[in-house]
DNA sequence: ATTAGACTGAACCCATGGGTTCAGAAGTGT
DNA sequence: ACACTTCTGAACCCATGGGTTCAGTCTAAT
């Protein structure tokens, strides 16, 4: 019966957070496209098929709801980006570094260019909440990057790449991948991909013959 | 008195501009440090020195107020960035690239971690105001894209950098040079600089010997 | 069946602040 | 001196919306 009794607690407490998330999932998509001035706690409620006191019993105040919501968009977006990161792993082994490298850039570049992914970047940095933004770039842009150095230095240790500060490199295909997103915001994503991880092994690649 | 009486419109409509600008000023200055919620009218007033009302005067309302004054300060900003990259018209002819690249890359950069292009960039993503985005963009990043391009082509034609695409080229180096702010807000300029140019030069240098 | 906890919906309170009005001061051209 | 415009400062109106309260409902565990 001690079991019966930690699974009911399981239960309603997973219920909660599921409802939990609910909400926050909600807020992050009404303040992704109201912004937070805009944004009344009333439409949240109703994004997420709740009552508004129901809202205020999860989260305690309006900046509560969108620190929490965007951080948690975050974890997932930056959860996404590692993943394709991590593909490098199994995949360094085999052949020449610019189909690798190639593969993961263009996973990685749909990921940056999702929807949320870009709620994210412009929700992160706005309305001026201090911590916000460092706390998202340590969840996503910094985390990516550790991951992507990971990766590039044991290329760079195969011989594959030239010798180099891996966090530097990581950052610096990084910023060529995610870069020309500002650019044109709406351009043909794999040419980008290319284009990058052309740059990048030119300036990275093992010295050529 | 033709000349006289124009005279006068021209000093009134210089004072009115003026005032407008101080408004528009000192409305940037409160919406960078608050954001856009927290900014009431009556501190932009204080901050422009001026009554609230004068404020309503030469402003329909607090979008317009947001809107201008974010447009407003991007073109200072875009100016300055147009500038340091202008400073590689008469220095192209010089020597090596590395040495004139370098110094109008560390001058760009400058500008770019100013606390005021900081805030250019924050204000403009944020608050949902439609168009108010892409109007910067093309105040900022496409015009000095465009700029550097030019710069670009002829050192290109010169057989200083190898034939490329300048638009493309002059958007790798400039998101070699401002990327990396993103992820070290505090880093040392001038090494970011550096890394960025020697990079770019790697990958778009003349073809060594 | 009972009890406990979470949820609902609607009404409610009230601080905030956008935008306006107005009477008068101050500067300017004639 | 006179008229004209602009600015001031203070008060004012009022829509918005954050946050709370409450009475009643639903679910689930015992």
């Not at 490098?88 to 020449?96: M, S, T």
């Not at 940095?125 to 911590?131: D, I, K, L, V, Y």
């Not at 790449?161 to 180099?164: A, G, Q, T, V």
């Given at each position: 019966m001690g079991s019966e009794v930690s699974t009911g607690h399981r239960r309603k407490a997973r219920g909660r957070d599921d409802r939990r998330q609910a909400i926050l999932d909600g807020a992050f998509a009404v303040f992704a496209r109201r912004g937070y001035a805009q944004t009344c706690v009333k439409e949240i409620a109703q994004e997420a098929g709740v009552a508004k006191p129901t809202v205020y019993n999860h989260l305690n105040d309006k900046e509560s709801l969108y620190r929490e919501a965007v951080e948690s968009a975050a974890d997932r977006v930056g959860a996404q980006c590692i993943a394709a990161v991590e593909q490098?792993?199994?995949?360094?082994?085999?052949?020449?570094p610019r189909a690798v490298l190639g593969a993961a850039a263009r996973g990685l570049l749909r990921v940056c260019h999702d929807e949320e992914a870009r709620a994210v970047r412009r929700l992160a940095?706005?309305?001026?909440?201090?911590?916000l933004a460092a706390s998202v770039r340590e969840r996503t842009a910094l985390r990516i990057r550790s991951a992507l150095a990971d990766r590039l230095a044991r290329l760079a240790l195969a011989g594959r790449?030239?010798?180099?500060d891996p966090e530097l490199a990581a950052e610096h295909l990084l910023v060529l991948l995610t870069g020309p997103l500002e650019y044109r915001?709406?351009?043909d994503l794999d040419a980008i991909a290319d284009a990058a991880v052309d740059v990048f092994l030119r300036a990275y690649g093992e010295e050529h013959a």
């Open positions: 490098l792993r199994e995949a360094a082994a085999d052949g020449d940095g706005a309305e001026a909440m201090p911590g790449l030239r010798p180099c915001p709406d351009a």
